[in-house]
Structures are given as structure tokens and as C-alpha cells.
């Protein structure tokens, strides 16, 4: 009996990482094209684009409409592997918090779950544990986004693989976290991300038995992307600072995270930490709706639907 429960729990801890999987190759097909808008805006000089529209005419005049998908190379094989360890991460934090007695009965039932605020910490501490991988992916991915030159041969990165050479011969292996700091900023607000998310969730299910009731799947697409709207207002100042950071020259010295801040305020005030905003929110409902879609319908398909938290 015992190895049987020991394996049956190595089942659920195992199973967010492999959904996180289908999570990640989904934000990458759905929405590298705008996250590339996203990185021009907040990383060029200002004055180079009047706006989101602009940028996206001018990327796809001068560099064709597959310049849209520059650096996608890294998110199509690291975002797989960071949503495997973020969503792998908080089914896990979920977990522990549950062990640790940080639950709440379920209104009408004796079955308790997590709190919300529980979701919130499991969230953050997702984020941050994510970071570890993100940052080195994300550098790379930034780096390519902002190669103007509609040749190859013209760009100072050949590929992922050039960059990330570059990038170690110039700072060292280390040199592939510059950015950090910001990363963990950013990441910080997953926090918001599955605590909105769970509110979400609750406020549907109290339709159940409504005319206005509706399917867990459908409810899980509108609640992500919802959750994802409060995500970005609150993550796009650490964004733009991360990019920024991410974005510096090879062979210029790494920059720290309150320098990148105290240079955005300098050039754009405050409005400078919010570029980018429009085309991320609109990027934000269908990438993160149909992320966490995938992930918790995989979720349920690999039997995790008794954890539901």
C-alpha cells in the first residue's frame, strides 16, 4: 500500500510539469508575433515607431511578415520547458500549502481547499522558481527580436546558438542571466496571475445551476485570459526594465536593474514603463486563455482532477 500511495503521489507532482508543456508550445504559437511588437516598442530608441500599428507595418515592409517570428526558436523549445517547470512548480506549491493547513472549506461541502491567498504565494513562488530558466531564454529571444537587418548575413547573431556564443565568450555562462533581477521582478507577479485566476474560477462556478452557468473548459479560457489582463497592468513596469537589461550589446558592460529603471524614467518619465502595453494586452487574452485552457483540460485528462485546488 505504501509504494502504491509513494507512486500515485509522484504521479500528481509529475503531471503539471508535463501539461505546462502543451501550456508553453501554445503561448509561443499564438503570440510570439505580438510579443515581438511588444520588444521593439519597449527596447528601440524613442521616436523609431509612432505606435504598435506602425511598428508592425514597418517590421513586416522592411523584413517580410517571418520577421515577426525572429528569436522564436528559443520560446518554441523554452517556453515548453519553462511553462513544464512554472505550472509544474505551483501544482507543487498548491500541494505543500494544502499539507501546511493554509485551506478554507468549500461553501455546502466538508472539502477544503486552498486559500486564495495561498494561490497568490504558490503563484509567486512559481514565478520565481521559473525564473531560473526563463531569463537565459528570454535574453536570447530579445537579442534576435531586435535584429532590424532583413539578412542574415547582416545581423550580428547568425541564430540562437550564435547569440548565446556571443554571449558566453563576452560575460561568461553566467553572462546568460544578465537580466536577472528584472526576471524576478517581473516573475514576481504570477502572484496576481493564479490568484485572479482562482477568484475567476470561483465567481463562474457560482453560476452553476444558472441559466448563465457554463462549461469548467470555457470557464478556465475566460478566467485566464481575464487573469492575464491583471497580470500584464501589474507586470509591464519590471517588463520593460527586464527587456531593457536583456537587451544590452554583448560587449557592453551588464547592466543593474535600478540603473535600466533610473534610464526608462530618464527618457520616457513614467509613462516610459508602461511601452508596449497595447499590443501586450492584446496579445494577453488569447495567448494566456488558451494557455491555461490546454493545461488544466491536460490537467484533467491525466487525472489530476481530484487535486483541484
Known amino acids: 500500500m505504501g509504494s502504491e500511495s509513494e507512486s500515485q503521489a509522484n504521479h500528481v507532482r509529475f503531471i503539471g510539469a508535463v501539461a505546462g508543456v502543451g501550456s508553453g508550445l501554445t503561448k509561443v504559437a499564438v503570440g510570439h508575433g505580438f510579443d515581438t511588437i511588444k520588444t521593439r516598442l519597449q527596447c528601440s530608441p524613442p521616436g523609431t515607431y509612432k505606435g504598435a500599428v506602425d511598428c508592425l507595418l514597418k517590421t513586416v515592409r522592411n523584413e517580410s511578415i517571418f520577421a515577426l517570428y525572429k528569436g522564436a526558436t528559443p520560446p518554441a523549445v523554452g ?3 519553462i511553462d513544464s517547470l512554472l505550472l ?6 498548491r500541494l505543500f500549502l494544502i499539507r501546511e493547513g493554509m ?9 477544503k481547499r486552498l486559500t486564495l491567498v495561498g494561490h497568490g504565494i504558490a503563484g509567486l513562488f512559481a514565478g520565481w522558481t521559473s525564473a531560473l530558466l526563463a531569463t537565459p531564454m528570454e535574453q536570447l529571444k530579445v537579442k534576435l527580436q531586435l535584429q532590424l537587418q532583413r539578412s542574415t548575413a547582416d545581423r550580428v547573431y ?4 550564435d547569440c548565446l556564443r556571443q554571449v558566453v565568450r563576452a560575460h561568461g555562462v553566467l553572462g546568460l542571466w544578465t537580466g536577472f533581477t528584472g526576471s524576478l521582478a517581473f516573475r514576481s507577479n504570477f ?3 493564479f490568484g ?16 448563465y452557468a457554463i462549461s469548467t473548459p470555457m470557464a478556465n479560457f475566460l478566467s485566464g485570459g481575464l487573469a ?6 501589474m507586470a509591464i513596469p519590471a517588463d520593460n526594465i527586464k527587456n531593457r537589461m536583456m537587451a544590452t550589446p554583448h560587449n557592453l558592460p551588464k547592466p543593474s536593474f535600478t ?3 533610473r534610464q526608462i524614467l530618464a527618457e520616457g518619465g513614467f509613462r516610459g514603463y508602461y511601452r508596449g502595453l497595447g499590443p501586450t494586452l492584446l496579445r494577453a487574452f488569447p495567448v494566456n486563455a488558451s494557455a491555461l485552457w490546454v493545461y488544466e483540460s491536460l490537467m484533467r485528462v491525466l487525472g489530476a482532477e481530484k487535486t483541484r485546488h
Open 196 to 211: 485572479s485566476f482562482e477568484a475567476l474560477m470561483r465567481g463562474f462556478s457560482k453560476l452553476d445551476g444558472t441559466p
Open 158 to 161: 547568425k541564430g540562437p546558438i
Open 103 to 111: 485551506t478554507e472549506p468549500v461553501p455546502g461541502s466538508d472539502v
Open 88 to 93: 509544474g512548480s505551483l501544482h507543487n506549491y
Open 259 to 261: 540603473q535600466t529603471a
Open 228 to 233: 492575464s489582463f491583471v497580470y500584464w497592468i
Open 191 to 193: 502572484l496576481w496571475m
Open 79 to 81: 517556453w515548453a520547458a
